[in-house]
């Protein structure tokens, strides 16, 4: 199949403070709450209303339990206490000094961190939010960063975990995988600096790129139905990390793995969602991209009635199967032709069924 166009450009850029998450963090009678329901009285009713329903991680919600509530915020809240091993940093630094080929050997620092692949990009400009919204501490600051490059790597959410979307050990997992994509981002963050070059770690909370569609351009995956990435080998469930850089770096290119065209007929993730969040129609025009519409406040509301992040739409992809020899050969026939998808469908939802269920109860 052929590779396919870079990520479309959006017709103007993002702000953070437009996000469903940076909305939320907006508390009544905060200065924030007032600049931005002030700005936006459209809004207003229903964030409101999502803000009256419960927390994730607060009793109220479907599936909480405190004790995978308690260990989820240790991994959230444990991000911000994460310190790199100054041997570790220096090792690293001398061996990118030393290299050859950098690009090469930053990949290999994020693979020894965890992560299951990484990509180099040039930083699309159009793909840095315009301002500050998730913290209340620099709401509203406007993004500076002049980095050229961006190196985007995944880490792996556990695939028998992800069996069990949409119950609370899925909400563990995905805080444990934002917390392995700090650590690395951190570490890649130090040994860049210590090299003499600009780096930011953007993590958790921290973000000033929108990364899918930078996963993309650093030749990642493609973006599915479901908005989220779809990765060689591990599908949906995966978490993007990322770090800005000077250092000039060979850049990777966008690849097609036939997802996007297999997402045109399978709408497995669309018709497994509970909020119906997702879309079950041909793609459209959002801010002048080309792409398969979320209702990302019905999907936040799920969420919080659920108390999980519910992960169906990520779990339920035929992509996200493991890592096997068996499951790589449906996926490289997938790349290669397309007249695979439909019998390969068919055989997903013989072998998997077509309607998701929770599979085991497994807490570990």
Not at 135 to 146: I, M, N, W
Not at 164 to 192: C, D, I, N
Not at 239 to 249: K, N, Y
Request: aromatic share 8%; glycine share 8%.
């Amino acid at each position: 199949m052929t590779t396919p166009d870079p990520f479309p450009r959006p017709t103007a850029r993002h702000d953070e403070r437009d996000t469903v998450f940076a909305r939320m963090a907006c508390e009544p009678g905060t200065a924030a709450y007032e600049d931005y329901y002030t700005r936006h009285p459209e809004r207003k009713k229903t964030d409101d209303h999502l803000r009256s329903l419960p927390n994730l991680l607060e009793p109220g919600g479907r599936y909480f339990d405190e004790d995978i509530a308690r260990q989820t915020e240790g991994f959230f809240g444990g991000i911000g206490e994460i310190e790199t091993d100054e041997d570790e940093v220096r090792r690293w630094q001398e061996r990118l000094e030393a290299s050859k080929d950098p690009a090469t050997t930053v990949k290999d620092l994020l693979r020894s961190c965890g992560a299951v692949a990484a990509g180099c990009a040039a930083l699309d400009p159009d793909f840095v939010y315009t301002h500050k919204g998730r913290l209340a501490e620099d709401y509203g600051h406007e993004v500076q960063l002049d980095h050229a490059t961006v190196i985007v790597f995944l880490v792996e959410m556990d695939y028998e975990t992800c069996r069990q979307a949409p119950t609370g050990p899925m909400l563990r997992e995905s805080a444990r995988q934002y917390y392995r994509a700090a650590r690395a981002s951190f570490m890649l963050e130090a040994v860049l600096r210590a090299c003499g070059h600009g780096a930011k770690a953007q993590y958790d909370a921290h973000y000033d790129l929108i990364l899918p569609p930078l996963a993309v351009k650093a030749g990642l995956g493609e973006l599915g139905r479901n908005n989220i990435l779809i990765a060689d080998r591990y599908g949906s469930r995966v978490r993007i990390g990322a770090v800005s850089t000077d250092l000039p770096l060979e850049h990777d290119a966008p690849v097609s793995l036939g997802a996007n065209a297999f997402c045109e007929i399978c709408k497995k993730c669309a018709d497994n969602c509970p909020a119906r969040a997702l879309s079950l129609t041909k793609k459209e025009s959002v801010a002048g991209v080309m792409k398969w519409p979320t209702r990302t406040e019905a999907c936040h509301a799920l969420w919080r009635n659920l108390g999980t992040d519910c992960g169906i739409c990520m779990a339920s992809c035929p992509f996200s199967h493991p890592n096997n020899r068996f499951h790589n050969l449906v996926r490289a026939m997938i790349r290669r032709f397309r007249w695979s998808h439909r019998p390969f469908l068919w055989l997903d939802d013989l072998i998997y069924g077509r309607k998701w269920r929770p599979r085991g109860t497994r807490d570990g």
